[in-house]
């Protein structure tokens, strides 16, 4: 954006008292935190009485959900206007050396067209890949410059984005190059289109015509859908904002240099008379701090999605900037709620209103780390890899496509000491009591059980809880369903188990209560519920090796429900695990009933970040068929029951399991992958824990 602010209107397109004229529109009556504040209302804290720290995401998105909706009543509505399918032109082609530039118009409305190009590289990847929505920057050439065709080399986003593989459609923003006359100044059309849309505003149809390039996008074979996101400078920076946190289906985003607080700024008409974006909020501007929101509030919307801002401390277009250091901290808190902290990444440097090839490279960077091009999962659903090696190389995409969801898995420590608390004598074994410590000096208790007749080296079982308050009591038979006490079962057959209390469970419940992950993403703001179970079960099987009698190359898991997502996950990313048994603990998300269940808002969130699936109305991008595919060919047995009150498709999950028989053929280890249907509710009965036990003898035991 590049504005006259000693004009009273900076583009002769757009003139407010003629949009008043036209449209009638009054002050509108929005009521908000924010309204009435000289300050910047704190982004984590709940509204109304008793106001207090944000601690839930519920709380958070409650509080989003409000802000969403004063600016929706900022923006306005359209005037009986219906999506339309994004019917395309070519209008031409161009070779621009690696990469060919099409020429297009798209439909959005009966009689308006997005003229814009498209960038294809030459030496495109086979399957979908990520693509970016580049918008322009303030001024008259439009999509141009983005393109690198006229304009400023710093500004040619586009061409840079497609020689490292990105995909990107770079549309002309409604007022803006081909869709004004030639020569006109930006904004010229304004006022017809206030004539067409009284109710409406420039960034609604901006919005408008965001999502159908989205729609567009969707339609192209070579485009993966959920690799898509958008980046700007200035204009094009509060676009990408505005635009997408009101597209969910945007994954990642860049803005450079688009904005400063309304409250801070010396010119808060910018948007509503200066340029026709906003010109409702021209009501507010001689008393700003009426004004009913604030852009620190805007882009919290943005989260959890991958977000990096870029700004600057001498900005001659939107100046006072000091104060997003503080709000970058702030949007840190939101982001941590989702266990997403670091995919929020906000830089405020020295300079003026530019993007500089530094802070590209770095946005270039952000963008190839959350928009990878994805493993073809589909492909490997319907034939078999070639080779060892093509397997391998699929099965690390995998686990990196699971990883950008869940976080990290390693361990960022392993206990130094394991203490004994207690022993005593049980039916055939002992039962030891014991504590060791993990990261952030949480406390894991737990129990051992070793057999008496104990000789030479045995194989370990870690044996994972369900959803109980008891936490490790119940696996070790001292408390809960006796059809779940693994333990002493297991330790009569002559394994050595480990037992110990999951993350909110047992001697580990942080208020509010039971299986409350909240404390959890305190602790771990970059970490789901999910991963820190992964990481705290890879501690439980180096804590299990570190015993002289227990054979280190011999260790299996076993879990039900909550456990049976534990056993599977930490066999999934630890190949220490020779042998993993999971009871009723999934469905397929393909036909999950309840696919919610995996990123509450409140209670046990177990992978936050799946709520920008959600949000945009798709199933996440993998499934726990992906996760059994990384044990292979190592043993994994999958038990479900037919009448499961809990994961009601067990049917399908047993189905889903054994479609992978082949791989583990392939792979020389057949008989390694089990699959068991029984009648039933949600538990595991006698005869499948006997077939259970049977088949890990087979492999654990000598």
């Not at 949009?19 to 704190?42: F, M, N, R, Y």
Request: glycine fraction near 8%; include cysteine; aromatic fraction near 10%.
């Amino acid at each position: 954006m590049v504005l006259s602010t000693n004009s009273a209107c900076a583009w002769d397109g757009f003139v407010w008292e003629t949009w008043h004229e036209i449209t009638g529109v009054e002050k509108p009556d929005i009521k908000s935190p924010q309204a009435g504040e000289a300050d910047l209302v704190p982004l984590m804290l709940t509204e109304g009485p008793g106001s207090k720290k944000i601690e839930t995401i519920q709380e958070w998105e409650t509080k989003r959900d409000r802000i969403l909706d004063v600016l929706k009543q900022m923006i306005g509505e359209p005037s009986d206007l219906e999506r339309i399918p994004p019917y395309t032109q070519v209008l031409g082609k161009a070779d621009a050396g690696s990469y060919i530039r099409h020429h297009l118009k798209i439909a959005t409305e009966p009689e308006d067209w997005i003229t814009a190009y498209l960038l294809i590289p030459k030496d495109l990847p086979k399957g979908p890949n990520p693509a970016m929505i580049v918008l322009h920057q303030t001024v008259s050439q439009g999509k141009d410059e983005p393109a690198g065709i006229e304009g400023s080399d710093d500004m040619d986003f586009a061409a840079e984005l497609v020689e490292r593989g990105f995909i990107c459609l770079v549309p002309d923003v409604i007022g803006f190059g081909e869709r004004t006359p030639e020569g006109a100044p930006p904004y010229t059309g304004a006022h017809d289109f206030y004539k067409r849309h009284p109710n409406w505003s420039f960034f609604g149809k901006m919005i408008w015509d965001f999502q159908q390039c989205v729609n567009f996008l969707e339609t192209l074979p070579e485009v993966d859908p959920r690799r898509i996101g958008s980046i700007g400078h200035s204009h094009g920076a509060y676009g990408t904002i505005m635009c997408s946190i009101f597209e969910p289906r945007i994954s990642a985003a860049v803005a450079s240099c688009g904005f400063n607080t309304l409250r801070t700024d010396p010119d808060p008409n910018r948007w509503s008379r200066l340029t026709a974006l906003l010109p409702r909020l021209e009501f507010f501007v001689d008393d700003i701090q009426t004004a009913p929101y604030d852009w620190h509030e805007i882009i919290s919307c943005m989260a959890p999605r991958p977000y990096f801002n870029w700004a600057t401390l001498k900005d001659e277009v939107f100046p006072n900037t000091d104060n997003l250091a503080s709000i970058y901290e702030e949007m840190k808190e939101v982001y941590s709620v989702y266990g997403a902290r670091d995919d929020f990444q906000g830089r405020l440097v020295p300079g003026k209103h530019r993007f500089p090839e530094e802070g590209r490279e770095q946005a270039y960077a952000f963008l190839q780390q959350h928009l990878p091009k994805r493993p073809n999962l589909d492909a490997y659903r319907i034939e078999l890899p070639s080779s060892q090696e093509e397997w391998e190389t699929h099965s690390d995409q995998v686990k990196q496509l699971i990883l950008r969801d869940i976080g990290s898995v390693d361990p960022p420590i392993t206990p130094a000491e394991v203490k004994e608390i207690s022993r005593e004598a049980k039916e055939g074994y002992e039962q030891v009591r014991l504590e060791y410590e993990i990261d952030g000096g949480v406390t894991v208790a737990g129990y051992l059980l070793v057999p008496n007749d104990l000789e030479g080296k045995r194989p370990g079982i870690i044996a994972f809880h369900q959803t109980t308050e008891e936490g490790k009591n119940e696996p070790a038979g001292l408390a809960g369903r006796e059809s779940l006490h693994f333990g002493p079962e297991l330790v009569r057959r002559g394994y050595v188990v480990l037992i110990p209390d999951s993350i909110t469970a047992g001697e580990r419940i942080d208020p509010p209560g039971a299986f409350h992950t909240d404390a959890h993403y305190r602790r771990h703001p970059n970490v789901s519920a999910m991963a820190k179970m992964v990481q705290d079960g890879r501690v439980a099987i180096s804590v299990l090796q570190s015993f002289d009698f227990v054979d280190n190359n011999r260790i299996g898991t076993i879990g039900h429900s909550l456990g049976a997502e534990e056993s599977l996950f930490v066999a999934a990313f630890d190949d220490r695990v020779k042998a993993a048994v999971a009871s009723c603990g999934y469905a397929p998300l393909a036909v999950e009933k309840k696919p919610d269940r995996w990123a509450r808002d409140h209670w046990f969130s177990y992978i936050p970040k799946w709520r920008i699936d959600l949000r945009a109305e798709r199933k996440p991008a993998w499934d726990f068929d992906d996760v059994i595919s990384l044990i292979a060919p190592r043993g994994y047995f999958n038990y479900q029951t037919s009448e499961d009150q809990i994961f009601e498709e067990g049917e399908a999950a047993h189905a889903m399991t054994l479609s992978l028989k082949d791989l583990w053929v392939f792979l020389g280890a057949p008989e390694y992958l089990k699959s068991r249907l029984d009648p039933g509710e949600h538990d595991i009965n006698a005869d499948a824990r006997a077939e259970v036990y049977d088949w890990m003898d087979g492999i654990l035991l000598p």
